[in-house]
């Protein structure tokens, strides 16, 4: 009788309820994505196509380099890693692949995620990196400058001694800085650009560089939210 009790009770429990899809915060048609493959190493950008809210999520298949005895990037068996920002959050979450479509376009169906992780810029308003980017600090034009952090509302660059003249090696605050960015595109669409206008707040030297911080006319959304999609650790679950 005992064992027959236990018998039914790990069968009310095999037999409950699946668990409910996740509540995605899916933002528009047309939104960057950043996709992580275990077949390809490296990151690859797709763009939004739709959804089927708790069922599924189309992509654009990225266009990109194949190595050698692959045919795509990734295959209906392959599990993604999937990420974006919405409304200045970081969403990310795995989802498998369901189905490949060549016709009338490269799309890629994933399936609808049990479970995200989310986190909000504003949470860690500073974010590193390593950019080039070119313009004019003052009258004096530069092409080696690199954005070495970013936030919302400005950025620091570090700016080669040697691209400018020995008398002009000091940066007063208040001098106006313009520089653009060149980000990388999604699938088959063109390199968006940052502009990054503001003026100095701040400068400090450090071994044959400027270090100056900028504060920007007008918050650098685009480049902040490209940052934000593969600098943001994400803690995944380990079922999809």
Excluded at 177 to 185: C, N, Q, R
Excluded at 200 to 218: C, L, P, T
Aim: net charge negative.
């Amino acid at each position: 009788m005992m064992a027959e009790t236990e018998m039914r009770s790990a069968a009310a429990v095999s037999d409950g309820p699946e668990p409910e899809p996740a509540v995605i915060p899916m933002p528009p048609v047309g939104t960057r994505i950043g996709l992580e493959s275990a077949l390809m190493s490296g990151r690859l950008w797709s763009t939004l196509v739709g959804h089927l809210e708790g069922q599924l999520i189309v992509i654009e298949t990225p266009e990109t380099d194949i190595p050698v005895g692959m045919k795509t990037p990734f295959s209906a068996e392959d599990i993604l890693t999937i990420r974006f920002v919405n409304d200045g959050l970081v969403v990310g979450f795995r989802a498998p692949v369901l189905r490949r479509l060549h016709s009338p376009a490269q799309l890629t169906v994933v399936a609808w995620p049990k479970k995200i992780q989310t986190h909000g810029l504003r949470e860690h308003p500073r974010i590193s990196c390593h950019l080039p980017c070119q313009g004019s600090i003052g009258e004096h034009a530069v092409q080696r400058a690199m954005v070495r952090d970013v936030s919302l509302c400005g950025c620091q660059l570090r700016v080669p001694y040697e691209d400018f003249p020995p008398e002009q090696r000091e940066f007063s605050p208040g001098t106006h800085v313009d520089l653009e960015v060149e980000i990388p595109a999604a699938s088959g669409g063109e390199r968006a650009r940052q502009r990054i206008a503001g003026k100095i707040v701040a400068f400090d030297a450090q071994e044959g560089y400027a270090m100056i911080r900028v504060r920007s006319e007008e918050p650098l959304e685009v480049l902040l939210e490209f940052l934000s999609t593969f600098t943001t650790r994400l803690v995944f679950p380990s079922d999809i």
